[in-house]
């Protein structure tokens, strides 16, 4: 796309952000070219909806189009791509999350890591309940207003850390990067599973099932028996909520270290 556009010579899109539209049309009015009954907000809300029942694959304009009753070209009078409002409803649903309030009264060295902790299970939340957020995120630039919000506050809380400015990305990507991995895979794992009509504990065992009839796999379940069962939980939901709090602890334990080995040794 950027290619094509350049070959044209038009400027590269960057973000909707940046291009003027996510500004665009505020009230419902008609005349003056503005489509009678539309929004940005309500145009941005039927595209999540759309996305969460249908997912990213099969979206498309004329789809969103047919859901608002309007025409197509009714949605571009606040848009001008199909990716523009992707963008916007990729920042919508980063609104959703509840972020800690910044209180330089309350905050303290041992607050930030409950702090963290919340922020890490409402990641993980969002990317789980909109499985269509994770491709986006990994492809806009994320600079919508809620997005700035969240990285914002993922920022104010690893500064109470106490770790040194230079590691403070590295602790934000150790952090963040894990939660979108686990959140992504969660959430497509779920997915999985509405699709082939079973729950996740169905599908898990008959996932397991057939791979035990897998004579090439059967010695790799049989070598990992011993770590399932230590693993603990008796449902999919259980084992998956204790690999990730136990996953996010040694997270912020390694925070902890690195915080202390660069104290200064009296």
Not at 188 to 193: G, T, V
């Amino acid at each position: 796309m950027v290619k094509a556009a350049q070959r044209a010579g038009r400027p590269a899109r960057t973000s909707v952000w940046l291009e003027g539209k996510a500004s665009r049309g505020g009230g419902s009015r008609g005349g003056g070219g503005q489509p009678s009954g539309l929004d940005r907000g309500r145009i941005t809300e039927a595209t999540v909806r759309l996305l969460d029942a249908e997912g990213l694959a099969r979206f498309s304009m004329r789809r969103l189009a047919a859901e608002l009753n309007v025409t197509a070209m009714s949605v571009y009078w606040y848009v001008d791509t199909k990716d523009d409002l992707l963008e916007l409803a990729l920042d919508a649903v980063f609104g959703e999350m509840r972020l800690p309030v910044a209180d330089s009264d309350s905050d303290s060295d041992d607050d930030w890591r409950d702090q963290l902790r919340a922020l890490a299970t409402e990641y993980r939340a969002l990317l789980v309940r909109h499985p269509w957020l994770s491709p986006l995120a990994g492809t806009f630039l994320n600079i919508g207003p809620h997005s700035i919000d969240f990285s914002l506050a993922v920022q104010r809380v690893i500064r109470l850390t106490g770790l040194p400015a230079h590691g403070q990305m590295g602790a934000i990507s150790a952090v963040f990067q894990f939660v979108y991995g686990f959140g992504t895979i969660e959430g497509h794992f779920i997915e999985r599973c509405a699709a082939a009509g079973m729950s996740q504990d169905e599908y898990f065992r008959h996932a397991m099932s057939a791979v035990t009839r897998s004579p090439e796999l059967s010695e790799v379940v049989h070598r990992s028996a011993d770590l399932m069962e230590a693993r603990g939980g008796d449902t999919v939901e259980e084992m998956r909520e204790r690999d990730f709090a136990f996953a996010l602890e040694m997270l912020i334990a390694g925070i902890e270290a690195m915080v202390g080995r660069d104290q200064p040794r009296s």
